[in-house]
């Protein structure tokens, strides 16, 4: 039962052969052993491939509830058909096993090194493969390198494996986080205080939807949020922009931070004050931490490679996808499950990153069919899997998009549709869209308005 799995150019060490036998040799022996050798490794990280059948077959007794015993893995390999996997001798092969088996806690001791093994063997593996893609003739510069940022990212999924956590470990870090009322650990503030009053801060791992009809104001409170954790606090964020270019983003950053209108900065018609406005605004800007990407049709993995590229200096403590619709999807069926792998992916960046990630999404046209144009969660476009991946889910209602004389024309509503930690409910911002822009609403003053302020 020496026999090798192989892999060019790779080849494990005695220690690493000594640990496979000694963690199938336990395992093969009691239910105890192979349940804590299964907590650590899988029968494909052996390097060895009988001793990924043997495994295999003692890790099956164990979850069907059967005895785990030498003579239950031999016939249950028997009845498998992979007898010929194990050798000619195969009831001596086990006994070799039992031999050099390893016990009580140094099972998973033994299982780990296995692990590691695998883990560097998959890296190698990566990295052979990717090297052949950069070398053959018809390397194709669009696609290629999302395959080589997959492979990589599939090898080191395994690397990452997180271990079991009990609730016994968890109760004291997270009875000291809850002591902890610093901002960090409250969450990022969107800078809008009324909506901040009911959501709890924007989450390390959350997914955040902010949905509405084109026009609406999407792009201005996503930019917005991005450009008070980037610019006013001071802490790295990320803006990943599909839809409109550098320079345009740009143009509504100092529109929005100088309070210069955006019109005005486009037609480069901008006035003397316009400019004392700027001199006091850009400095803010260039002070601050806000990245922007404006890669056409971004993919789940160029935005994992943002990342890891800003986690070596200053990791993004949020990131804002401007939108969801325009991103590049993988092969599907159909556009609905295209977007369903998409949101889910942006879910794993949130929970792999430990960042919130806020998404922008088109609502489709259900709302304009209603008589108060008031959009729900049902008109997030093209996937209900988006509602479902949602942390959070906020939902933009402005109405002089459709009455320009409303007597609610300065204003835009903010609908917190889903929170999974919180209450839901409505925020209203004021709009100014000259400037691109939304601010904290201040209500008019009346006497009902006094009396309810003091209260």
Known sequence: MTTETQVDGWAPSQAVIAAEQAVVGAAIQNRVNVEAAADVVRPQDFHIPAHRVVFGAAVELAESGKPVDPAAVLNAIAASGDLARIGANAGPALATLIEHACVGPAVPYHARLVKADSNRRALFEAGQRIQQLGSHAGYDDETDPDIARK?????????????????????????DELADKSVEQAGIKTGYADLDDILPGLRPGQLIVVGARPGIGKTTIGLDIARHVGVRQGMPALFVSLEMSHTEVMHRLIAAESRVDLHRMQTKDLS??????????????????????????????????????MARTAPARLVVVDYLQLMAGGKAENRQQQVAELSRG???????FEVPVMVLAQLNRGSE???????????????????????VVLLLHR????????????????????????RTGSVTLGWQGHYGRCVNHVQPWSPTSALERSA
Not at 288 to 309: C, F, K, N, Q, V
Not at 346 to 352: D, S, T
Not at 399 to 422: F, L, Y
Request: hydrophobic content about 35%.
């Open 151 to 175: 492979i990589l990212e599939d090898a080191l999924s395994e690397v990452n494996d997180r271990p079991l956590m009990t609730a016994a470990e968890l109760v004291g870090p997270t009875m």
């Open 272 to 309: 003397d004050d316009d400019y004392v406005r700027m001199a006091k605004g850009v400095p803010r800007i260039a002070e601050g931490h806000l990245a922007i990407d404006d890669t056409p049709e971004a993919s789940l993995s160029h935005i994992r490679s943002r990342m890891r590229g």
């Open 346 to 352: 942006l879910k794993l960046i949130a929970r792999e």
């Open 369 to 391: 069919h209603r008589q108060d144009k008031r959009p729900q969660m049902s008109d997030l476009r093209e996937s209900g899997a988006v509602e479902q991946d949602a942390d």
């Open 399 to 422: 109405e002089a998009a459709a009455d320009p004389e409303s007597k609610h024309a300065g204003t835009v509503e903010v609908i917190v549709a889903k929170q999974r930690q919180g």
